[in-house]
């Protein structure tokens, strides 16, 4: 178990059976009273995004989570499908784990996957995706800070 005081950005706990990875983090100390500590926490098995206050000195589970090599396949309408390029295991997770992440995926794509007690919970995109612009806007006369032709 770890204290609240301890967690920072990206820090992945367990509590009232429920995994959370912290998104942004405040610790806040008034006057003469104990501190409070704001976090904003995404739910790693439904992608809910929460937000708590914690007081100084609560504690919550720390987890470790196993870290492994993914293979982006295919879309099939309402599940992104994956391969475990270790086990060649394949899996499916939901949009709503998946969140923004779903508008950069490209077939074939190699990726960071998160495991926690075997099953996957969350993906990480590499740093860098090469994406293709399709069509875009035409630029007019004024949309430019420094003027256009």
């Known amino acids: 178990m770890i204290g609240v005081e301890d967690l920072r950005k990206g820090v992945t706990f367990e509590q009232g ?43 919550v589970n720390d987890i470790r989570l196993e870290q492994h090599t993914a293979q982006y396949m295919y879309f099939d309408g309402d599940l992104y499908h994956f391969m475990d390029t270790e086990t060649f295991d394949q899996f499916s997770l939901p949009a709503t784990i998946l969140g923004d992440a779903v508008n950069f995926l490209q077939e074939n794509m190699i ?21 293709k612009v399709i069509e875009t806007a035409p630029g007019f006369k004024g949309d430019t800070a420094a003027g256009g032709t």
């Open 111 to 131: 990726m960071e996957l998160s495991r926690y007690e075997g099953d996957p919970v969350s993906i990480e995109l590499p740093t860098t995706v090469d994406l």
């Open 17 to 59: 059976g429920d995994l959370f990875r912290v998104l942004d983090y405040h610790h806040i100390k008034m006057g003469r009273g104990s501190a409070t500590i704001r976090t904003k926490l995404r739910n790693l098995r439904t992608g809910a995004t929460v937000e708590r206050t914690w007081q100084s000195g609560n504690r």
